[in-house]
């Protein structure tokens, strides 16, 4: 195994062309094999040899301090070792180094990819993967078929010391966030961000800056993160998928996410840090 820390450096490719030996990280149904402990693990070939592991779906996915780093998948009859256990990436969030982050959304988005596109949705034959590209190919009309990733958006709305924040539904207990909403077809960014904000909780917005995105692999989002300042309107949430929002004093905010794990808790740090300086 090789150890985890904060110096890993990984860069994604598709193709493999080195001779280094592999390293390796486990899948099962979109959790990842770790110890007991919940510490992340990366497998050399060595490893796995003598285990009575069985995989499948082998995948490239790039290069891990130099080294090629793949993807295999347990079947779904293999047995697990002792001193091993699946864990979602949800629990592992906040606990692994950003860079480690992006290998594993970068896994879970290839898995579920290849997953939902071995039958050509044209005449129903079973793909292949094509030779050069990261794309599953059918002969019947040359369509390439890539790795889905659905774009969002997500907002932090201020009004000089005040935040706005919305509860969604789906959200554990009194947590809130920042805005967020897929962007339709055909439309920019930032009209997703005038339409969604409406939706939610009938405010407008303006002065829209761009702040950074974030790979979100729940299961395919690439989150493009904004500032934004309040314009006008009476907060009221839509009740399908907000159920509360309100201004809050950044001295007085509610729980949040934290900016080591969603690009959300980064747009309320930063706000909160220029607001200090």
């Not at 779904?76 to 002792?82: F, L, P």
């Not at 990436?89 to 950003?98: E, S, V």
Request: net charge negative; charged share 20%.
């Amino acid at each position: 195994m090789i150890p985890i820390d904060n110096n890993l450096i990984f860069t994604p490719e598709n193709i493999n062309n080195s001779e280094e030996s592999k390293v390796i990280i486990c899948l099962k149904d979109q959790e990842f094999l770790t110890s007991k402990t919940s510490n992340f693990l990366i497998f050399e070939d060595d490893d796995l040899k003598w285990s009575e592991m069985e995989f499948i779906n082998q995948q490239f996915i790039g290069y891990l301090n130099n080294k090629p780093c793949f993807i295999s998948e347990l079947t779904n009859g293999s047995k697990v070792d002792d001193n091993l256990i699946l864990t979602p990436l949800r629990n592992l969030l906040g606990r692994i180094p950003d860079s480690l982050f992006t290998v594993c959304a970068r896994s879970l988005q290839l898995s579920e990819w290849k997953r939902n596109n071995q039958f050509c949705g044209t005449c129903g034959s079973k793909m292949t993967s094509h030779e050069t590209e990261r794309a599953m190919f059918c002969k019947c009309n040359n369509l390439l078929i890539y790795p889905r990733i659905s774009p969002c958006i997500i907002v932090l709305v201020t009004k000089g010391e005040e935040l706005l924040l919305a509860h969604n539904k789906n959200f554990p207990g009194p947590f809130y966030s920042t805005l967020a909403g897929f962007i339709e077809a055909g439309e920019s960014a930032e009209s997703a961000i005038h339409r969604e904000i409406y939706e939610e909780v009938k405010v407008k917005v303006k002065n829209i800056k761009y702040f950074g995105s974030q790979s979100w692999p729940f299961p395919s989002q690439l989150m493009l993160g904004f500032h934004a300042e309040y314009l006008e309107g009476e907060i009221v949430p839509d009740g399908e998928e907000i159920d509360s929002a309100d201004w809050f004093h950044y001295q007085k905010l509610p729980q949040v996410p934290t900016g080591n794990i969603s690009i959300s808790g980064q747009l309320i740090e930063s706000y909160i840090e220029d607001i200090k300086s």
